[in-house]
């Protein structure tokens, strides 16, 4: 039983992670809150249920082409709204309101295009199950898990030891200077913005495969839980994001079949008020002192 | 003569990075002092220490007898200290006037509710603080602006009106973080003329710049700080012919 | 334009505030149509909520992404001590205020440590809190199926219930409101609340103990938007968590910022505007929120303070009575020359 539901609470903390380390990377390279993050993800899902709808078949085909439209819905995102912002020198706080408008503007396209009720998300196949232990797992839970540490793995490649990754990591440590060093910064943000909503597409999939279902709420509330994970492990932290997002599946999880499932969302929440409390840099993250 | 400022021992270690150590200072009544010293030096850290912004990891700071080390710094404003800052810190959506008000804060005393009931002494109140900021505004011939914007004053009078904010505070010790940094030569001498007049005043003033004619004809004695530390003190002459200030200005000649 | 706009709104103020509360008492006289009632009574009631998110996220300087969370604890609360505990309507409306204050104050107390975007997302994660007991504390809250039948008003004998006496009610409320938060701006605490706003560093150093007025703001903010939730239980007779979604936050703070974050006229154009707007263009029901969102993606990309964003009246009038008055002695000392 608990074997079994560790790797319920990480199956589904694994997909935390992937939308939280999205969050984390646009917020490392331009300090933003992207509170829009949530409904890109939800977007993603939907975009992948209606091609996979379409298409009749070919799951992965369907999937790949979601990603490729959410990661587009990304770049476009930072292009058409944020990116004027940015020219302007507007106030931070204007870029975080913006990607509040994209959320609610998302959402309720999602809501008027899909409805606003539960969609059933058909499962390919009947995937199985497999012991370990005395643990029934789910074929497509080893799947999953598998192919978001491969995602991972070849991200945390791509960031840390190509030059692309090295000069992502340049902008995020100061675009200025980056851009004195020849590094085009507009490609790098709008880069940052397709993988992240790339990211959160694979897990909004993932998650609909996974739950059988969909609907458009489940994007504000996992916008908020990767929120809570991005902060737990330290904002601006990858490998922060990634503790942080299977932490929060793993509690949650327990926190549903121990304790009662109606606290199950709230728990994301009160995780993240006790770390701002306690360590507001998080895990992972540094103390940053404000210059006088 | 009593000193109003005694700084004991004072040090600031940043995560292993030294970067005050072992400061003593003693400060007399209505002496006007200058800590000079090379970028990083640690002079703007100095006033952070004093004013409570960041305190000090180790040594005291007492003003007029009293231990203000480590406390809040909207205390160690009521005590005495105020300060302008390096890169200007004004309330830059407020009027000029409102700006200095601010400053009276600590002199007035009327409690949110009063203020809401707007009873007659609440009323009584802000007309006096009303001007008494103003006749701070005019010892600094910033009343004809008084109604502008903080922000949208020039570079030079933004400088002037955060001493006005700093005065209205009736501070025991002023503490001006390069009051004349990017001034033109006329705002630099406007500068001087306010400070020779605060002085007459009887205001003591500390003062951090990089100006060395400025500060040497303004100061009577002059700190100079390099790396953390202090390593000379005396009067501008004294400093002039000092070996240790020299190196530190110039570097070791080889 | 906009700038001869703004002079003229300042130096007519009295007269122009005449002038609309004279409009303000007529108008509901004037209604037939118990739909434009319940409009101008809503109306209203955003007003008074707009000013209470502006307070905190304008004149503070403290965006909260979760600020409907205290009009639902004032409900709630009012509901329930009204229902079934049979409280007198000022007991309730007291308790339902002193309440969503508490809670204010137990959000303001990260404010300690945290600032900016972490207090933000703080504001975020209590909403949602609140949301999610509201629906899981069946109990206390009937959960989804939300609570009917809540008792009207009674103010010592004077029981309210028409759709006039409602208007009154919170009409009242409002021009106290906004005498009270034109004083609160404009006085000492006013000018310790701003500077907090405008560099908190420098406020501290000025004497100002940035966490008792951090702390004040988010407790009168949250009782404001704590009556506020009160009065719209008993008017509406029905309440249930879907009235306290996030999109609601996200709704006035849409609100504040269209009339621009700081003043205090910019509550009552963006309520308005905002209330109305969507009714007028029935076909538009559906894609409310989706065209409330465009319109706050807009003021971001033309105008991020927002229509009337930090726009100070009073300094305004200030400076172009004093700019007068000089222009004036110029021109007596000019004529005197002459002679």
């Known amino acids: 039983m608990f074997i079994q539901q560790l790797i319920n609470g990480i199956t589904i903390g694994c997909n935390y992670a992937l939308v939280a380390i999205g969050f984390t990377m646009v917020f490392g390279v331009l300090r933003l809150v992207n509170l829009a993050n949530g409904s890109i993800f939800a977007l993603g899902a939907f975009f992948t249920l209606i091609i996979y709808t379409a298409m009749q078949g070919h799951f992965l085909l369907s999937l790949l082409c979601a990603i490729l439209a959410t990661a587009f819905v990304g770049v476009m995102v930072d292009r058409l709204a944020l990116y004027r912002l940015r020219k302007k020198g507007a106030a931070r706080v204007s870029g975080m309101i913006t990607t509040l408008a994209i959320a609610t503007i998302i959402d309720n396209a999602v809501i008027i295009l899909f409805g606003s009720q539960t969609r059933p998300f058909k499962r390919p196949k009947d995937f199985g199950n497999i012991l370990i232990g005395d643990a029934v797992v789910g074929k497509l839970q080893i799947y999953i898990l598998l192919s978001i540490l491969a995602i991972v793995l070849i991200l945390s490649y791509l960031i840390y030891k190509t030059k692309l990754g090295k000069s992502m990591l340049a902008t995020a440590q100061d675009p200025e200077a980056a851009m004195l060093m020849g590094i085009s910064v507009n490609r790098i943000i709008s880069l940052t913005f397709a993988i992240s909503a790339a990211l959160a597409c694979f897990a909004g999939s993932m998650i609909g495969l996974y739950y059988q279902a969909i609907d458009v709420t489940l994007g504000t509330s996992i916008g908020m839980k990767t929120f809570a994970a991005a902060v737990l492990g330290g904002v601006g932290s990858i490998p922060g994001a990634f503790v942080g997002g299977i932490v929060v599946g793993v509690i949650e999880t327990f926190v549903a079949v121990y304790l009662s499932s109606g606290l199950r969302d709230a728990i994301a929440f009160f995780i993240l008020i006790v770390v701002l409390l306690i360590k507001p840099a998080g895990i992972f993250g540094k103390k940053v002192v404000e210059k006088v | 003569m009593s000193s109003i400022l005694k700084v004991t021992g004072l040090t600031q270690v940043f995560g292993g990075l030294v970067a005050l150590s072992d400061i003593n200072m003693t400060v007399e009544q209505g002496e006007i002092l200058g800590v000079i010293g090379p970028n990083g030096a640690g002079k703007t850290t100095f006033f952070n220490a004093l004013t409570g912004i960041i305190p000090p990891t180790r040594g005291k700071i007492e003003l007029m007898g009293e231990d203000i080390t480590g406390i809040k710094p909207h205390i160690i404003s009521s005590k005495g200290f105020a300060r302008t800052f390096q890169n200007i810190r004004l309330f830059k959506k407020m009027t000029v006037l409102d700006n200095v008000m601010v400053g009276l804060h600590n002199k007035t005393h009327a409690s949110l509710l009063a203020s809401l009931l707007k009873t007659r002494s609440v009323r009584k109140e802000e007309a006096e603080s009303e001007k008494k900021a103003l006749e701070i505004l005019q010892l600094l011939d910033l009343d004809d602006f008084r109604y502008e914007l903080a922000g949208s004053l020039p570079y030079g009078l933004q400088r002037r009106l955060e001493i006005a904010r700093a005065l209205a505070t009736d501070p025991l010790i002023l503490l001006l973080d390069e009051p004349a940094a990017g001034m033109n030569e006329q705002e630099t001498e406007d500068l001087l003329g306010i400070i020779q007049k605060l002085k007459e005043l009887g205001y003591t003033i500390i003062i951090i710049e990089h100006d060395m004619k400025f500060i040497m004809n303004i100061c009577e004695r002059l700190y100079v700080f390099n790396h953390g530390a202090k390593i000379a003190e005396g009067t501008p002459e004294e400093i002039k012919k000092n070996a240790a200030v020299i190196e530190a200005y110039l570097g070791k000649e080889s | ?339």
């Open chain 3, 1 to 339: 334009m906009h700038r001869r706009f703004i002079g003229f709104l300042a130096l007519k103020q009295k007269f122009i505030i005449l002038l609309l509360l004279v409009f303000a008492i007529v108008l509901p006289f004037t209604i037939k149509n118990q739909y434009i009632f319940r409009l101008a009574i809503l109306s209203l009631q955003w007003i008074f909520l707009t000013q209470s998110l502006n307070l905190l996220a304008g004149v503070l300087g403290q965006i909260s992404l979760g600020h409907i969370a205290f009009y639902g604890i004032g409900a709630y609360t009012c509901t329930i001590l009204a229902k079934n505990y049979d409280f007198p309507t000022w007991a309730a409306w007291l308790a339902a205020i002193a309440v969503s204050a508490l809670f204010g104050f137990a959000l303001a107390l990260p404010t300690l440590r945290l600032s900016g975007y972490y207090l933000t997302i703080v504001t975020l994660g209590f909403g949602e809190i609140i949301r999610l007991i509201e629906i899981n504390w069946v109990s206390l809250t009937r959960g989804p199926l939300g609570i009917l039948n809540i008792p009207k008003p009674e103010f010592f004998g004077y029981q309210i219930k028409s759709n006039i006496q409602f208007y009154f009610l919170m009409l009242i409320i409002l021009v106290l409101s906004t005498v009270l938060l034109c004083r609160l701006v404009n006085s000492r605490t006013g000018r310790a609340i701003v500077a907090t706003r405008e560099d908190s560093i420098a406020a501290e150093a000025m004497g100002i103990n940035i966490f008792k007025y951090k702390t004040m703001v988010f407790v009168i903010a949250a009782a404001m938007a704590g009556l506020c939730g009160a009065f719209f239980a008993q008017y509406t007779n029905y309440i249930d968590p879907t009235s306290f979604k996030s999109d609601q936050s996200t709704l006035l703070i849409i609100m504040a910022l269209l009339g621009g974050m700081g003043s205090q006229i910019g509550p009552f154009i963006g309520a308005i505007v905002l209330t109305i707007l969507p009714e007028m263009i029935r076909e538009l029901m559906e894609y409310r929120m989706l065209l409330y969102g465009v319109v706050l993606l807009l003021i971001m990309q033309v105008r991020p303070d927002g229509l009337m964003g930090g726009v100070n009246l009073r300094y305004v009038r200030q400076k172009l009575l004093f700019e007068k008055e000089r222009s004036k002695k110029t021109a007596e000392k000019g004529a005197e020359a002459e002679l």
